[in-house]
């Protein structure tokens, strides 16, 4: 099962900009493996925010973040990333990645429970 670890969270005020990283311990990154962040404030259900397959880049977004948040990732390093602008206060909370090794699953890249390895998450944290 594969190690995912995130980090860049932290505390900003609205407007701002974080970026945050996960790195996966043991995915080929050529193949069609998705990697996805998603959120969770405390209370509510854990929400899909992006998500990528990383042999050729699709992406896929949750509509209150498109046009904010970019997703990427690096072959290289085994790394992704979610690049937030603009943020605002209903983006806080905390972020997992996760990640399944046979694409996204086009429309339906959001249900976690496709995922199989997610990593501890990294706390965001945007006052107005």
């Known amino acids: 099962q594969a190690q995912l670890v995130e980090n860049g969270g932290g505390s900003v005020q609205a407007g701002g900009s974080l970026r945050l990283s996960c790195s996966n311990s043991?995915?080929?990154?050529?193949?069609?493996?998705?990697m996805a962040w998603f959120r969770q404030v405390s209370g509510k259900e854990r929400e899909g925010v992006a998500a990528?397959?990383?042999?050729?880049?699709?992406?896929y977004y949750t509509t209150s973040v498109k046009g904010r948040f970019t997703i990427s990732s690096d072959k290289a390093k085994n790394m992704a990333y979610l690049e937030m602008n603009n943020l605002k206060p209903e983006d806080s909370g905390m972020y997992y990645c996760a990640t399944r090794g046979a694409g996204c699953g086009g429309g339906t890249w959001y249900r976690q429970s496709w995922y199989g390895s997610w990593g501890q998450g990294t706390q965001v944290t945007v006052s107005s």
């Open positions: 043991e995915a080929n990154f050529d193949r069609n493996v998705c």
């Open positions: 990528i397959i990383t042999n050729d880049g699709s992406s």
